[in-house]
C-alpha cells in the first residue's frame, strides 16, 4: 500500500509537470485499490485485536499507518483531479466521491 501511495504521489506531480491528463486519469483510478486495501487492512488487525489482546497496541499503530498512507493516496488523486481540470476544464472530482459512494 506504501509503494503505491508513493507511485502515485510521483504520478501525480509528474502528471502536473508534464500536463498529463491521461497519468492523472491513472493516479485516479488507482486510489480505490489504495482504499480497498487499508479497509482490508483495518478489518485483518481488527481481527486479530479480537483473538490476542497483546497485539492491541502494535495493530492499532498499525491501522493509523494505514490510514496515513490511504490519506497520502488520497492527496495525490485530488492533485492528479486537479490537473485534470487545470489542463482539459473537465472536473472530475465530485465524480471521484460519487461513484465510490454508491454500491
Known amino acids: 500500500m506504501a509503494e503505491l501511495a508513493q507511485t502515485m504521489l510521483r504520478d ?5 509537470v508534464r500536463h498529463s491528463t491521461t ?3 491513472e493516479v485516479v483510478a488507482r486510489d480505490a485499490l489504495v482504499d480497498d486495501l487499508e479497509m482490508n487492512v483495518s478489518r485483518e488487525l481488527v481481527g486479530a485485536m479480537l483473538g490476542k489482546s497483546e497485539t492491541i497496541e502494535s495493530a ?4 493509523l499507518i494505514s490510514r496515513h498512507v490511504e490519506r497520502i493516496a488520497d492527496h495525490a ?3 492528479a483531479a486537479e490537473v485534470i481540470f487545470m489542463v482539459s476544464g473537465r472536473d472530475i472530482r465530485h465524480q471521484r466521491k460519487e461513484s ?3 454500491s
Open 60 to 63: 492499532l499503530d498499525l491501522i
Open 23 to 25: 497519468l492523472g486519469t
Open 100 to 102: 465510490s459512494t454508491v
Open 12 to 16: 501525480s506531480l509528474n502528471s502536473y
Open 77 to 79: 488523486a485530488s492533485i
